[in-house]
């Protein structure tokens, strides 16, 4: 089992997880932050940290696409071990549906 990061994270990208995350398998995109499956060690200490509720177990039904994606991912994008400060807007995407359609970006962040 892994966690994954969800389409909640989209524009948000709070990164309160990034800091508790014993592994450091967190990694940067443009607009969200996902997990390499092959680095998480389940240990779910991210999942309670995150404001947007974007980081799920991926025992949950389906969350298929969004392992897929953090899996395909977390292999381009910069890899993130320090917390940065979210973006100015983020509260104002929290909850809002459809963010995967609307906003996604394949596009690297900077990482660390």
Do not use: H
């Amino acid at each position: 089992m892994t966690y994954v990061v969800t389409d909640a994270c989209i524009r948000c990208k709070y990164m309160d997880c990034v800091e508790v995350c014993p592994v450091d398998c967190f990694y940067e995109g443009d607009n969200m932050l996902v997990i390499n499956p092959s680095e998480c060690i389940d240990c779910g200490v991210c999942e309670p940290e995150c404001p947007a509720e974007a980081i799920l177990p991926d025992t949950e039904s389906g969350l298929e696409q969004w392992l897929e994606l953090n899996a395909k991912y977390s292999a381009e994008w910069p890899n993130l071990t320090t917390k940065k400060d979210a973006p100015a807007d983020a509260d104002e995407f929290k909850g809002v549906e459809g963010k995967f359609e609307k906003f996604f970006s394949p596009e690297p962040g900077e990482g660390d």
